[in-house]
Each structure stands twice: as C-alpha cells, then as structure tokens.
C-alpha cells in the first residue's frame, strides 16, 4: 500500500515476522512446504482462487502460505472479521499486521507532541485491541507521520518516544506488538531508517514496541540489508517484503531475497526466535499467469540451504 496516503488518513498499526522450519505447521497438503511463514493478502490470488475471501484463504494454505496480513481488516463488519478467523483457525493459518484507521483525514504526527494528535494515536490503540482479539492478531504497525519541522530534531524524538510509551501501556495487557515502520514514501516522515528505530525501540523500552523491518523500504532508504538487520536485530519483531525497483514479489529486482531469507532462517533457528514475513507488495505480471509466477518466485527464494 502507499503508506503516504495512510499516514494522512489512518494510523499505522498492523503487524509482520518469519517462522522457522519447526515453527510452525504447514497444512499437510499443501503444494509448497516453505521453511519461512509468508503472509500473503488478499487480492493477491483472486483470479486463481475468486473473489470470496474464505476461497482466498483456503488457496493460500493449499499453496503453503500460513500467515495472512490484511491492510484493511479494521473496515470489515465483525461478522466477517470473525468468519476469516473460524477459517484461519481450521487451516492453521496466522494473522499477520492489520491497518488501524482513525476515520477523517487529520495527520498524526506524534512528533509534534500535540495532545490532539496523541489522542488519535492513543485511541487507535485502544480499537486495535479488540480487533486484534476478534482476528487472533498480536502485531500492529506503527507510523508516526511527518516531521514536524519547527521543533529540534531531539525534542520530536523525545516526543514520538513519550507517546509510543502511551500506547505500549496500553497493549502490554493484552500481549500486543506495535511495531514500527520506517518508510520510503516520502522524505518528510519522521521515521526513516532501521537505525533511527532502533534507537526509539530502545528508548520505549517496552515488549510491546518492536522494529517492523521492511526489506524493500530499508533498500531504498539504507542498502546493507543484512548488516543493518545484524545490527538491529534484537529490536525487530516483524518482516515484510518486496524487490526493487517495483515492489513485486522476489526475483523481480536486485534484491537477493534467498540469501535475506537464509540469514533470517539460520539465526533465528539458532536463537529459537520466529517471525512472519509480509508479502507486502504486488504481482509483477496480471492474471492468473502472474499469480503462477509469483508463487514460483516464493519457490525460488525460500530454497536455500539448510
């Protein structure tokens, strides 16, 4: 999705993370046995599986995708919101990140430290939490919104830190992530780099305030994807992915997403850690011969070395 739009419509939560080969279950007949859990979304499969979302899911498992993340969760009627998690229960699927909106086209920039703004943030914790019981979620993702340009670049960092440690209170009760996400859409949000987080994750110091690492938005804002992970690491709670330039599935760009996914496999067996990695981007080609290929591409990048 482009973020810029939901920073000025929406608050930024949702959720995204990895799992290792005996993390998790995949369904027994399902097509691909990947190592990692990719959450896919959906729309991403329709013309293979049609329009109904229950469809969706059920080709998702069968294909051996596990997770799920849906931007637009929050804005479902509850009875669907339910349906989806009955159905992700029986496949054995998880729920990845969901969107939070706000409602009304306001900005929320945590970094002005305007109540008003606090507020809005504090009270899109609040709604995530029962969303977040309804769908079996535990990741929310963060944005924090633009630079607030009149203020000392310290005083706005204090700022975003006092209100994420507002909203943590609020979710550490419940078991709940939020986690932050450093974007590329636009060069006046306030959250940039991996490095940036990790010093506001540090400064939270709370479980329920963790780094959102998303690979297609660090290469574009950072490069040295694997050392920037190496060195943020302990602070990252969720994964999401797409190549660049594009922002397709894997092997579309320059990106090399079988070595990525290789690091992330082999450390966090080592470390006993899991994640889900969020299919956060679209399919290079149209129809159902794009949907094939983008499934051949997970096939590709997910066989590496054990």
Known sequence: MLRRNFVKSSLGIAGAAIATGEAFATSPLAK????????SHFGMFQNSAGKDVIDQLKFMADQGF??????GMMGRPVEQQ?????????????MGVFVVDKGGNGANTLAAGKKEYIDIFL???KKAVE????????????VPGDFERNIPIGVQTGNVIDALRRGAEIL????????????SDSPNL?????????????GVNSKSCKILYDIYHMQKNEGRILYNIDKTWSEIDYFQIGDEPGRNEPTTGEINYKNIFKYIYDRSKKENKSFIMGMEHGNSQKGKEGEDALIKAYVESDNFAI
């Open 131 to 142: 969303t977040a019981k309804r769908v079996n979620a535990k990741w929310m993702t963060v």
């Open 32 to 39: 691909n046995k990947f190592k990692l859990k990719y959450a």
């Open 66 to 71: 596990m997770a799920l993340e849906d931007n």
């Open 82 to 94: 339910e349906a989806i998690a009955r159905e992700m229960t029986r496949l054995g699927m998880e």
């Open 190 to 202: 306030f959250l940039r780099t991996s490095d940036q987080t990790y010093e506001i994750c540090r």
């Open 172 to 183: 550490e009760p419940h078991g709940l992530v939020m986690v932050l996400e450093p974007l």
């Open 123 to 125: 009270n899109g914790c």
